[in-house]
C-alpha cells in the first residue's frame, strides 16, 4: 500500500467524515426516540419486542457536577476531612512550563511520557 494519499483516497476520506457527522447525530435521534418508546422516558431496564427484534433499553440519570474553582480555593481550609474528600485533584503537566525544562530535567526525564496523538485533519476550504 503506497504512503502517499490519492486524490480518490483524499475524495473518501471526505466522504467518510460528512457520513459519519450525519450518521452519529441520526443514531442519537433514533436512539432517544426508541428509548422513550420502550422505557416510556423512566429511569430502569426494560425488554420489548420492537419489530421482530428483542430490543433492551437501559436507561439512567446522570448529574453533571462541576467545580465552582475559585470559591473552592477561597474557602479549602474551612472544609472538614469528609467534605475535602468530595474532590478529586487531577495532576497535569502545564505544557508551557515543562516545554521550559531541560532534557535532562528529572521531571523530563522520570515523570512525563511523551507519546504521539491521532493526527487532526481539517478541511478549511
Same mark, same amino acid.
Given at each position: 500500500?503506497? +504512503? !502517499? ?9 471526505? $466522504? ?5 457527522? /450525519?450518521? #452519529? @447525530?441520526?443514531?442519537?435521534?433514533? #436512539? !432517544?426516540? &426508541? =428509548? ?5 422516558? @423512566?429511569?430502569? +431496564?426494560? /425488554?420489548?419486542?420492537?419489530?421482530? %427484534? ?10 453533571? !457536577?462541576?467545580?465552582? @474553582?475559585?470559591?473552592? +480555593? =477561597? /474557602?479549602? %481550609?474551612?472544609? $472538614? *476531612? ?29 515523570? =512525563?511520557?511523551?507519546? !504521539? ?5 481539517? &478541511?478549511? *476550504?
Amino acid at each position: 500500500m503506497s +504512503t !502517499l494519499v490519492t486524490q480518490e483516497e483524499f475524495k473518501e476520506w471526505k $466522504d467518510c467524515v460528512t457520513v459519519l457527522e /450525519h450518521t #452519529r @447525530k441520526r443514531e442519537m435521534e433514533l #436512539r !432517544l426516540k &426508541i =428509548a422513550t418508546q420502550i422505557g416510556q422516558g @423512566k429511569v430502569g +431496564t426494560y /425488554h420489548k419486542e420492537l419489530f421482530g %427484534n428483542e430490543v433492551t433499553v437501559s436507561t439512567s440519570e446522570k448529574i453533571n !457536577l462541576t467545580v465552582k @474553582k475559585e470559591e473552592l +480555593t =477561597a /474557602h479549602w %481550609n474551612e472544609l $472538614d *476531612s469528609k467534605e475535602k474528600a468530595c474532590f478529586k485533584t487531577k495532576v497535569e503537566i502545564d505544557k508551557r512550563n515543562y516545554e521550559k525544562l531541560p532534557e535532562d530535567s528529572y521531571v523530563v526525564q522520570n515523570w =512525563a511520557e511523551r507519546k !504521539l496523538s491521532t493526527p487532526t485533519v481539517k &478541511i478549511i *476550504s
